[in-house]
């Protein structure tokens, strides 16, 4: 019974997970967009195997430090199988140092809610925002969060909301330093260069479908959902969360990319507490075979329009 098989923290079920969200990226990766198998691309698919152990183990840190379900993997597995809706994602490692950056923020300011001072954390999340921007410049976002996370907390407000901007100022200008060095100033300036577009037809390609129907879901279902089952103040992070992921989607072109990147986390915990809230066991079950057939579906006769 696969409700039962999520329904524990065991780290035998936790791994078995892990290993085939590594099989789905190694089926993508040579299968799917058909990369060529070659020294670097292995190398590379290394790298983002030890990434998605980094990044499932962040989210079941988030989950059991923050007491966000009662002990189970169904945030995970949700999470692992909405990725399956994004295979351009795999093409390259980008996306996913930088989705391993943005976890540890989340964590870092979730953490930092229960701290009178908070400036060293201020700190530490700033520079991963940092980090995370120079793999992928949408994830420059997360300091909207950062910045509602300061004004919300305690301790002096003007000086903490300064943190972020002079952590970008020192940290861009030893990058510039050691650019000038090895003469990369232009690959530099075009790391951060970019002109905000939007068309909203561009919304109409097909691969942009999966994107849309977990954008609406969030729309009428996270927001109550995280009201009713949470505290104030989780509910709040995880809604500005999905507002700051909807930003990032109509002003960006790589619109797949900022969706996982922003509403995976919340859409996987919307959804757990959909299952959680049903009484009958065989509809629990039901619904989760359906989801990952409904999956398997939209990936196998939608591969020419996802890609």
Not at 140 to 158: D, P, R
Not at 205 to 228: A, C, D, E, R
Request: glycine share 4%.
């Amino acid at each position: 019974m696969l409700y039962n098989f999520l329904q524990t923290n065991k780290n035998s079920h936790f791994f078995l997970l892990y290993g085939l969200g590594v099989l789905q990226m190694i089926l993508y990766r040579y299968l799917l967009l058909e990369l060529p198998i070659t020294p670097f691309s292995i190398a590379e698919t290394l790298l983002m195997c030890l990434l998605l152990l980094v990044n499932t183990s962040t989210i079941s840190f988030i989950i059991r430090k923050n007491q966000l379900s009662e002990g189970n993997l169904l945030v995970l597995f949700f999470w692992l199988a909405l990725s399956m809706l994004f295979p351009e994602l795999y093409k390259d490692s980008m996306v996913m140092l930088a989705n391993t950056c943005i976890l540890l923020v989340i964590l870092q300011i979730m953490q930092s809610h229960s701290i009178a001072d908070g400036r060293q954390a201020f700190f530490d999340i700033s520079v991963l925002i940092f980090l995370a921007s120079l793999f992928f410049l949408p994830s420059l976002l997360a300091l909207l969060l950062l910045w509602i996370q300061i004004l919300t907390s305690g301790g002096k407000k003007f000086r903490n909301f300064l943190i972020p901007l002079v952590v970008f100022a020192m940290l861009f200008v030893i990058l510039l330093a050691a650019a000038l060095l090895l003469g990369w100033q232009n690959e530099l300036f075009l790391r951060f260069y970019y002109l905000p577009t939007f068309d909203v037809f561009s919304f109409l390609q097909y691969k942009y479908v999966p994107l849309l129907g977990i954008l609406l879901f969030n729309l009428f279902f996270t927001s109550w959902l995280l009201k009713k089952t949470y505290k104030r103040y989780y509910a709040t992070f995880f809604i500005s969360l999905v507002l700051v992921g909807i930003v990032g989607v109509v002003l960006y072109e790589n619109k797949n990319a900022v969706g996982w990147l922003y509403f995976t986390f919340p859409t996987a915990l919307s959804a757990m507490m959909l299952i959680e809230g049903l009484r009958r066991p065989w509809l629990r079950e039901s619904l989760l075979w359906f989801f990952v057939l409904l999956q398997v579906a939209a990936v196998m006769i939608g591969r020419p329009y996802l890609l």
